[in-house]
C-alpha cells in the first residue's frame, strides 16, 4: 500500500510540474490601495482582485500620494498623519526610513529608474528633489503658492500634484489655483516653460507618453481641457479644448445637487489609459466616469460608467488610475471597471492613492503610478 501512495504521489508531481514550470515565469500582479484611517490593503490582480493582506502602518494616515520604485524594493507614501514622508520595503512590508522635509507633501511621482523623488509640497511653494534610496534632499524646484479664489475659495493651496514622462527627462507640475502645467527638466531641475493658461486652476492632470497633450482638471468644470505641451520648439503651449461632461439626467433626478462639491470641483481625477487612446474622468459629485477617445481631437465620448450598484449609493470619486497592461480602471469609489468593455467586474475599497506592483519570484519588477 505504502508503494502504491508513493507511486501515485510521484505521478502527480510529474503532472504537476509542467504547470509549476509555467507559472514560474509569470509575474504576480498585486494592486496596493492606502487606507485613509492608515495602513494598506493588497489585492490580487489576476485572482479576481481577492484581498491578500493587509499592511499596517502605525501614526499614519491621510495619504495624498503614493509611488514605488522596483529598482529599489520601496513604496513611499506621503501621509498627511505625520506630515512625512515614507519608504516601505516591499520585501517585508517595513518602513525603512520615514522623514519630515517641509510642510504637507502631496501627490509626488518617482522617476523611471527608481531613483528620485519629486514631492509637492502644499504649504510651501516648491517641489522636493529626494533621493529615493535614503530620503535625502537633493534640491528644490520653486513653482509658485497660488492664491485662493475670492468666490467659491476651495480650502488649502499650494503644489498639488505631479508627472513625469516615461523617460524621466522633464517633470510637470500643477500648483493649486494657477492656471498653469508647470515644467522642469530633471537634468538641471529648472523650470523651461508651462502649459496654459487654462480657465481657471489646474487640479489633477495627465500628459500623453508622447508629450503633445496635456488633460487637465480644471476648478468649476465637470469634464477637462486639453493644453499643448509645446509651441513649435518651445516647451509649454496654450489651451486647445475644453470638453464639458454631461451627468446622465437620470442621476440628476435621483441625486440632489450637495451643498458643497467633494474637493470643492465637478472633477479632481483624470488619467490616460496606457495604450493612450482614451482618457478618463471622473464625476465625484454623482458617482460617474467618463471616457473620451483622444485618437481624434477635439476628444469624442465614448462612454458613461455608473460606479454604484443602486440609486441610492453616492459614491465621490476623486481621482483615477489604471493597471499597468490597461486591463483595469480603478476609480476610487469601490469599482473596478473593464476598461475596455466598460463594465464594472469587481467591488474593493478602492482608494485615490493606489498602485500596482508586479513581482517575480518574489522580487517587484514592474510598478505603475497614480
Partial sequence: MRKWMLFAAAAAALVAAPSAKKDAGKARRLLYVSEDKGGLAVYDIDQGHTFVRRIELPGTGAY???AASVQLGHLYLSPYKGNELIALDLATDRIVWRKKHG????????????????????????????????????????????????????GSIGPHNTWINPKGTRVYMEVLTLPYVFIADTRTNQLIGKAGPFSKGVR???????????????DALLGFEVGAVRDGKKWGGRMLHRVEAKTPPERLAQVPPPP????????????IRPDQKEVWVVDGVYGYVYAYDVTVMPPKFVAAVPLFKDAGERPHP????????????????????DAYS?????????SEKLIEIDFLNGKPVKAGHR
Avoid at 119 to 138: C, F, Q
Avoid at 260 to 271: A, D, Q, V
Avoid at 319 to 329: K, M, N, P, T, V
Avoid at 342 to 350: C, D, E, L, S, Y
Fill in 204 to 218: 489633477p492632470f495627465t500628459v500623453s507618453d508622447d508629450e503633445k497633450y496635456v488633460f487637465a482638471n480644471v
Fill in 64 to 66: 495624498k500620494g503614493i
Fill in 342 to 350: 466598460k463594465q464594472v467586474v469587481a467591488r474593493i475599497p478602492t
Fill in 318 to 337: 476623486g481621482w483615477i488610475s489604471f493597471s499597468l497592461d490597461g486591463r483595469y480602471a480603478y476609480p476610487d469609489g469601490g469599482a473596478v471597471i
Fill in 260 to 271: 458643497r462639491k467633494p474637493h470643492s470641483t465637478p472633477s479632481h481625477g483624470i488619467n
Fill in 103 to 154: 510642510d504637507y507633501p502631496d501627490s509626488m511621482m518617482v522617476t523611471p529608474d527608481g531613483q528620485t523623488l519629486y514631492v509637492p509640497y502644499r504649504n510651501e511653494d516648491s517641489w522636493y528633489v529626494i533621493r529615493a534610496r535614503d530620503g535625502e534632499l537633493i534640491t528644490k524646484i520653486p513653482v509658485g503658492r497660488g492664491k485662493n479664489y475670492e468666490v467659491d475659495p476651495i
